[in-house]
């Protein structure tokens, strides 16, 4: 049941920008921009360019296909720096968190009213809420014919299926138990769902793509990035996620949203 429920949302996203998506919304008859400049930082490889064109319902596709060989492929590509300034970091962090996650995860007082109120902030996280987060800029910047709020809407669906289909993948391996299953330990390969946090990953994906696409306006990119921040806390408060699954879903959907937003197109 959780899988068919995980492949209706995903296909939902995917319905939904097929049908908003009729036409390119940006550049569509202006000539080829110059390549980005090489400053941006990824941790991800850069996609392939192709000079055959496509309708932007097929192109979605093809770029959610282009996304993920990126994603699962970028270990091979990862550089000294990278190695030394984000995977070395987040393994130790992640080690440590791992290693006192029992304890932290009982340093609340878990009380029914804290867990209740908790879980219904971090209803802002679900796939439900964020896949309207991304229709909204769809639908509103078609009627209101502004294109940059258009694009914002394309590009943090994209980003959110992406860290779908990652987070799935990743809990289907991992198998975490809750902190509120069995004996509140989270022994991985127990057939849980924990590890990483599916809500922390979607909304940091969310959020990071919507405020590094271009032209973003700043109010947004504040407001996602606070509410990005309170669900992940909320995911920990609601009893719900211990605090590695947390940050491990946080850095990697914001490295996710920030693939999808800036890699060249």
Not at 158 to 167: Q, R
Not at 187 to 216: E, K, L
Request: glycine letters at 8%; aromatic letters at 10%.
């Amino acid at each position: 049941m959780k899988r068919i429920k995980i492949l209706w949302q995903v296909a939902g996203l995917l319905v939904l920008q097929a049908v908003l998506s009729t036409q390119p919304v940006l550049g569509q008859n202006e000539p080829e921009a110059a390549p980005e400049s090489t400053d941006h930082f990824h941790l991800f490889p850069p996609a392939d360019q192709t000079a055959q064109k496509h309708s932007v319902a097929n192109q979605f596709l093809r770029d959610i296909w282009t996304d993920q060989k990126g994603i699962w492929t970028s270990p091979f590509h990862i550089n000294r720096k990278q190695a030394l300034t984000i995977v070395l970091p987040l393994s130790a962090v992640t080690a440590g968190l791992i290693a006192t996650d029992a304890d932290t995860s009982r340093f609340l007082a878990n009380t029914p009213g804290q867990v209740k109120w908790s879980q219904r902030f971090s209803n802002f996280g679900s796939v439900y809420t964020l896949g309207f987060v991304t229709a909204g800029p769809l639908i509103g910047g078609k009627i209101a014919n502004k294109p940059r709020y258009t694009l914002i809407g394309r590009i943090s669906a994209e980003a959110l299926v992406n860290s779908i289909i990652t987070n799935y993948a990743l809990k289907e391996v991992t198998q975490r138990e809750r902190p509120d299953h069995g004996d509140g330990n989270g022994h991985f390969w127990a057939g849980g769902q924990s590890f990483p946090s599916g809500h922390a990953m979607n909304s940091w994906a969310v959020a990071v793509a919507i405020a590094r696409t271009h032209n973003c306006p700043r109010w947004l990119s504040i407001t996602s990035y606070v509410m990005a921040t309170g669900v992940s806390l909320s995911r920990w408060t609601a009893h719900k996620h211990f605090a590695s699954d947390i940050v491990v879903g946080g850095v990697t959907g914001g490295l996710i949203g920030n693939y999808v937003a800036t890699r060249a197109r």
